[in-house]
């Protein structure tokens, strides 16, 4: 951090004050659209109807999260479809690509520079999604299962790269070399020596991968009809394209809405949308540093 | 004859030998092999088989058929996608967005990076990176429901303040095509600058004090230092995702573009791109031959540009060169 702030000659405190403003109202546009949809969950549906969407509404009611949690169903559905597709591609990519990087750093392997280039390639070139989605459907027929909610992003040529960096810049060879000396063998080093190393790496690339899951809508789509194997992201992406389904979902939605005053037909969008994004608006704070890191690591050539 | 035989003889031994040593090599390495073949298997399934799939943009697409015993048809697929009414709307699309994307993206987040490098205030500096990062976390279904918040036509943000506040009629947002290409140039930024300026802010952070220094004591004033040390220094950065970027320029964001506009068909013009055309193709109108043919375009043209440039960039500057 220190680096870049030793410089002799400072900005003037005008400029500083000017650079301050411009960030602030960058900050803001940052994070003004999430509070409008946020604030606007929260907003009382005749009110809401008169003045538009808010993010501080000045009337405030929570009978857009009663009207969508009467038929709490369809979303904890989703909610459990995107968690158990989130573990489960989380903890296997991470574990495949820091067997992979580690395999192609490894100067004892010798067929490391073809699997380098065989991942590398990959990068380059691609067959798109027409053969992409005939593999899928055709080839391996994982359409309409949860299977392919997870199988496609297992592995990820940017992500290999950024941890044989970081194997490379952090793992210091003297220690894989003792334990091989000692006779442990390759996977017994990397499992019992390497991996308490290598954490703070695998660490990032497992956030980036929980976030990549978190946030898929697109193998839902592009690979599943079936409305139960909608993860968060897909409900959402259908609510959004068709109010309707929120509203007629079912018999006890219509009851909770008519048990309301007015049927919160646009706070309920908004409340969908809030409680899909809430999780990560949370969590955001406690994790983005390590998202920091790891765009650091990976910032380094090689 | 003697020699012939000799020499044969001789030869399969070699033979034996190099076979011997390539499975004596496999068998040293059996462990990395084991540790790569989940990997391998991935790649090979979707990224490698895939490829083979390219041909069937030179074959009538039939599924009965089976992959191998599907006619051949030379260009006709080619001729299908470029007879296409839409088609040149598509790429100019694809191509006049990507081409801003460079440009917005080499430029905004290379000043946000400087300007947070010269911040004074450096807990401030760690608080602006995280608000500006946070864009990039929403996926663009969560996107698409801010957009709408802002631009639906009833209750929207911006309505409510044209017409409330300035007494103007309020604008369709949804149906007047000629607002989205700002509106998606914008959005483009706003979702990618965060993420972007903190790897160029990291490339900032590393670059050797000395030269400032060094600088500062001939004369040169910040700004001065911010033009011959810091924006030099970054290049590398700048141009490899450049390249990448080039690489991509027939790759649009799909995410993006099928999302935020909501299936608006007015919008249609200025929001159809290749990747949603592809899609429409393949899964709306299951036009599976001129889909083949626009990803196969998308694909090679692609391939030969990353190729290309890096060539073009190897020739001016190797050390700056992806590979």
Not at chain 1, 66 to 78: E, F, M
Not at chain 2, 129 to 145: C, G
Not at chain 2, 269 to 280: E, H, R
Request: a positive charge; one cysteine or more.
């Amino acid at each position: 951090m220190a680096k870049g702030s030793l410089r002799i000659n400072e900005i003037s405190n005008a400029a500083n004050v000017l650079l301050n403003v411009i960030f602030i109202l960058l900050s803001f546009l940052c994070i003004y659209p999430i509070l409008l949809v946020i604030g606007t969950s929260f907003a009382e549906e005749t009110y809401l109807n008169v003045v538009g969407y808010k993010a501080f509404p000045k009337v405030i009611s929570l009978d857009a999260y009663k009207y969508v949690l009467s038929n709490a169903k369809p979303i904890t559905n989703a909610y459990i479809v995107t968690i158990i597709t989130t573990l489960t591609g989380t903890v296997l990519s991470t574990l495949m690509i820091a067997l992979y990087a580690y395999a192609i750093v490894q100067q004892g392997f010798k067929y490391r520079r073809f699997f380098t280039f065989f991942i590398f390639f990959t990068m380059l070139f691609n067959g798109g999604i027409v053969p992409w989605y005939i593999v899928c459907t055709q080839v391996l027929k994982i359409q309409n299962t949860l299977i392919a909610l997870v199988w496609p992003y297992l592995i990820n040529a940017w992500y290999v790269m950024v941890m044989k960096t970081f194997y490379n810049t952090t793992v210091p060879s003297a220690i894989i070399e003792a334990a091989k000396i000692d006779g442990a063998s390759e996977l017994k080093t990397f499992f019992r020596i390497v991996f308490p190393i290598a954490i703070p790496g695998l660490a990032t690339i497992a956030l980036f991968m929980t976030l990549r899951y978190w946030n898929d809508w697109y193998l839902p789509f592009m690979l599943t009809s079936d409305p139960k194997l909608s993860n968060i992201q897909m409900y959402l992406k259908r609510i959004l394209n068709n109010l309707q389904e929120l509203l007629n979902s079912s018999s006890a939605a219509m009851q909770a809405g008519s048990m309301l005053a007015v049927v919160p037909r646009e706070g309920a969008r908004m409340a969908i949308c809030a409680l899909a994004v809430g999780p990560i608006v949370l969590a955001y704070p406690f994790f983005q540093r390590f998202f920091v890191k790891g765009l650091t690591i990976g910032s380094v050539k090689g | 004859m003697v020699k012939t035989v000799v020499k044969q003889l001789k030869d399969k031994a070699i033979e034996i030998k190099k076979k011997k040593s390539f499975f004596k090599d496999l068998h040293d390495n059996r462990e990395y092999l084991l540790m790569i073949v989940p990997g391998v298997l991935q790649l090979i399934l979707f990224n490698y088989l895939p490829l083979f799939g390219l041909i069937l943009a030179f074959k009538t697409v039939d599924y009965s058929k089976g992959f191998f015993n599907m006619d051949w048809n030379g260009f006709k697929n080619f001729e299908f996608l470029f007879k296409n009414p839409d088609v040149f709307t598509v790429l100019r699309n694809t191509l006049g967005y990507n081409l801003i994307f460079i440009v917005t993206g080499a430029i905004v987040p290379v000043a946000v990076a400087v300007g947070l490098s010269l911040l004074k205030n450096k807990t401030g500096a760690r608080a602006y990176q995280s608000f500006m990062f946070l864009p990039y976390f929403l996926s663009w279904i969560i996107v698409s429901y801010l957009v709408f918040g802002i631009f639906d036509y009833r209750l929207g943000i911006f309505n409510n303040i044209i017409s409330g506040v300035f007494g103007r009629e309020a604008v369709n947002w949804y149906q007047s095509p000629r607002y989205w290409p700002t509106i998606l140039v914008l959005l483009h930024i706003w979702k990618t600058f965060g993420y972007n300026s903190i790897i160029y802010f990291a490339a900032i952070m590393g670059i050797d004090s000395e030269l400032y220094e060094a600088a500062s004591i001939d004369g040169a004033g910040v700004w001065k230092q911010v033009l011959v040390i810091t924006i030099p220094s970054i290049k590398p950065v700048i141009v490899m995702l450049a390249i990448l970027a080039v690489g991509k320029i027939l790759n649009a964001d799909f995410g993006m573009f099928y999302n935020v506009p909501m299936g608006s068909g007015a919008l249609m013009p200025v929001t159809n791109v290749l990747d949603t055309f592809v899609y429409n193709a393949l899964k709306i109108n299951g036009d599976i031959a001129m889909a083949t043919a626009a990803g196969f375009f998308q694909s090679v043209v692609g391939f030969v540009l990353v190729l290309v440039t890096n060539h073009i960039v190897n020739r001016i500057d190797s050390a700056q060169a992806l590979f």
